[in-house]
């Protein structure tokens, strides 16, 4: 066990974990959902609904998780397992969550792939719906990029993590934000897209009129900050283990979570304006990101270029995110069941591919397969992130305020003491009531017919 821990040291200083965490929370949920999402959930509310629940959601139970971690050096199961027997079933909804997340994440990040190669290939597009629409319905295409993304992820896991990912996200971060904010500045200025603009900015009730409608658009946002932060589900647990006792989590837990929302808010003002620019509707679904670039892109001057660049950036962004995925699941191969890290990422990836393939093809062979009216897909991302997520992310709370315990949480927070931790009281409260009744409420409205 002990040389275990010590093999498991992963990051060296709080800048390579700072970077790998956010490479983790960074990715397709920040580019490609959050805009989709906020369009759907009616724009200016859902963003600042979204920014509350960062606050009071994301932030401390991103610490809690964090604590958890380095405190045992173990995968989520482990680490439950470790603390309290009886809890292990919280790490086994993270696991659970991660396979269910991966399956259908790696086929998001396959249609990424296939636009970098469209954009490098200089294929010409004349109309960028009908391209994407063909290409996502196809029995064939989607699914073999699926696959080159999941294997492309499964070979950093192998690798190990650390050196990859931090100097990927080194490189890849700040780049990200510079391109961002010029596709940003592009699009708020394309003629038309103030309309765009009003619709992320200022808030507009007339279109949440009823109860359904709020919890809705409520559960909405509170599954997008699980998501996009990486939350309730281990990863960042995995990542904690990983970690050093020099690290400053306070600050972390800080910093993570706001250089995340700073690129949703700057992918959405990317995407919205233009959306409204080039006559598409905000509540387009998935296809929002893939289908309205392409345009903005076309109405740059070097678009193509741009066009490369982007994609590959937010390649980047997914597999940062995804290898945090597949990582969690390895962990507890490697931890529990003692395999050999390859042996365990090769067929936990091969396995979350298979799932994903049926996500793949609900967008055409079997879009007519439906639960409870939602594809393949939607169902996946519905069980994810609105159910299992919220639900980890709850009974974490729980967890750390009333079993673990906040003195325990705070010695593990505060380095035994010597990082003095300043909203103890705060972060015992948000624990022990504020988010576990946020959760309970949102759940409650959402899934009990209201009316
Ligand atoms: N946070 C990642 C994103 O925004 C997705 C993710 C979820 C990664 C859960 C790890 C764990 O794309």
New binding site residues.
């Given amino acids: 066990m002990k040389n275990e821990a010590k093999k498991r040291g992963g990051f060296t200083s709080s800048l390579g974990f700072i970077l790998a965490a956010t490479g983790?929370?960074?990715?397709?949920?920040?580019?490609?959902?959050?805009p989709y999402i906020a369009g759907e959930g009616g724009g200016a509310i859902f963003v600042l609904i979204y920014l509350f629940f960062v606050l009071v959601l994301g932030v401390p139970i991103m610490l809690g998780e964090m604590a958890i971690g380095r405190k045992t050096k173990l995968n989520p199961i482990g680490a439950y397992h470790k603390l309290n027997k009886k809890f292990t079933f919280i790490g086994v909804i993270g696991v659970v969550?991660?396979f269910i997340?991966l399956s259908y994440?790696s086929v998001i990040g396959g249609w990424v792939l296939k636009y970098i190669t469209t954009y490098v290939t200089n294929t010409h597009v004349t109309d960028a719906s009908a391209y994407f629409k063909n290409f996502i319905q196809s029995p064939v295409e989607p699914v073999i990029w699926h696959i080159v993304f999941m294997a492309l992820t499964c070979i950093i896991v192998i690798g190990g993590v650390a050196k990859g990912i931090e100097r990927a996200s080194k490189i890849m971060l700040p780049l990200l934000f510079i391109f961002i904010i010029i596709i940003a500045i592009r699009s708020v200025t394309l003629p038309g897209a103030m309309e765009g603009v009003k619709y992320f900015v200022i808030p507009n009730f007339s279109h949440i009129d009823s109860i359904s409608e709020i919890s809705k658009v409520l559960l909405a946002a509170m599954g997008q900050v699980?998501?996009?932060?990486?939350?309730g589900?281990?990863?960042?647990i995995t990542y904690g283990s990983y970690l050093n006792k020099e690290v400053n989590l306070q600050k972390s837990a800080f910093i993570i979570p706001t250089l995340?929302t700073l690129v949703a808010v700057l992918a959405g003002f990317a995407i919205l304006p233009a959306v409204f620019a080039f006559g598409f509707k905000p509540t387009a679904g998935p296809g929002l990101l893939f289908e309205t670039l392409p345009k903005v892109f076309e109405s740059m001057p070097f678009g193509v270029i741009f066009g490369v660049l982007f994609f590959v950036l937010v390649f980047f962004?997914?597999i940062t995110?995804?290898v945090?995925?597949l990582e969690?699941v390895t962990s507890y191969c490697i931890d529990n069941l003692k395999m050999k890290r390859a042996t365990a990422s090769i067929i936990i990836a091969s396995i979350m591919t298979i799932i994903g393939i049926f996500a793949a093809l609900s967008f055409g062979p079997l879009a007519d397969v439906k639960f409870f009216g939602n594809t393949i897909f939607d169902l996946m991302s519905f069980v994810?992130?609105k159910l299992l997520?919220p639900l980890g992310g709850f009974f974490m709370c729980i967890f750390v305020g009333y079993i673990w315990g906040i003195d325990n949480a705070s010695e593990e927070i505060s380095n035994d003491g010597s990082i003095r931790f300043r909203w103890k009281k705060l972060f015992s409260i948000i624990m022990k009531y504020i988010a576990p009744a946020i959760i309970l409420v949102i759940f409650i409205t959402s899934f009990l017919p209201t009316k």
């Fill in positions: 983790s929370a960074v990715g397709l949920g920040n580019l490609w959902k959050f969550c991660a997340i994440y699980f998501f996009s932060l990486s939350l589900m281990g990863a960042i995340d962004a997914a995110s995804s945090s995925l969690v994810s992130d997520m």
